[in-house]
């Protein structure tokens, strides 16, 4: 009888530990204890019943989100990895004269090539420069370019302004590269 009821509470720690616990109040507000993962909600509509959903706990994230865009002095970096192309990025260019710069960590192919679609077909915007991995650079180009890498690395694509055209250079528009 003593060995049960040692045993009893640790059973139940064990058990609580590896499933949601809900409580819910006579007023409908709910109180989730969370278990080893992150508990996300998919908004206020997803506890019915005083149940929650599998579908409505999220799983940890088997992968970090491997593109980032940093804004600093007029200048919009995104970083990407090489194995992500091909692939289409969306963006907007605010102030006149600012640069819009896709690096790309771990390229290994031969070729790359990219087109600019701005949203207004008179914004003037061209692929400036190409750095690549081997620190030479190639540019400028138009709205779209072709090149080739002779190793695998950091690749920098610099986007902003001709000056040998007139025409407003902000608005949004989108990339694809291959």
């Given at each position: 009888m003593?060995?049960i009821l040692?045993?009893?509470?640790l059973?139940l720690?064990?058990c609580s ?5 809900i409580?819910?109040?006579e007023n409908?507000d709910?109180?989730v204890?969370?278990?080893d ?6 908004g206020?509509?997803?506890v019915?019943d005083?149940?929650i959903?599998?579908?409505?706990i999220?799983?940890?994230a088997a992968?970090?989100?491997k593109s ?7 200048k ?5 990895n090489?194995?992500m192309l091909?692939l289409?990025l ?9 640069e ?6 771990n390229?290994?192919?031969?070729n790359?090539s990219?087109?600019i ?5 008179e914004m003037n915007?061209r692929?400036n420069?190409?750095?690549k991995?081997d ?5 400028p180009?138009?709205r779209t370019f072709?090149?080739?890498?002779s190793e695998?690395?950091?690749i ?7 000056n ?6 902000t608005?949004?528009?989108k990339v694809d590269?291959?």
């Amino acid at each position: 009888m003593k060995k049960i009821l040692f045993v009893l509470p640790l059973l139940l720690i064990a058990c609580s530990k590896k499933e949601a616990n809900i409580q819910t109040t006579e007023n409908t507000d709910t109180t989730v204890t969370a278990p080893d993962y992150p508990v996300v909600l998919d908004g206020a509509d997803s506890v019915k019943d005083g149940f929650i959903s599998e579908s409505d706990i999220a799983q940890p994230a088997a992968e970090p989100n491997k593109s980032f865009r940093v804004v600093e002095d007029g200048k919009i970096v995104r970083t990407i990895n090489g194995d992500m192309l091909p692939l289409t990025l969306s963006d907007e260019l605010s102030a006149e004269g600012d640069e819009y710069v896709i690096k790309i960590k771990n390229y290994s192919n031969k070729n790359i090539s990219g087109t600019i679609y701005p949203e207004e077909k008179e914004m003037n915007i061209r692929f400036n420069q190409i750095k690549k991995a081997d620190g030479s650079y190639d540019g400028p180009f138009g709205r779209t370019f072709s090149a080739e890498t002779s190793e695998a690395g950091e690749i920098l694509l610099i986007i902003g302004r001709s000056n040998m055209a007139s025409g407003v250079s902000t608005g949004k528009f989108k990339v694809d590269l291959k």
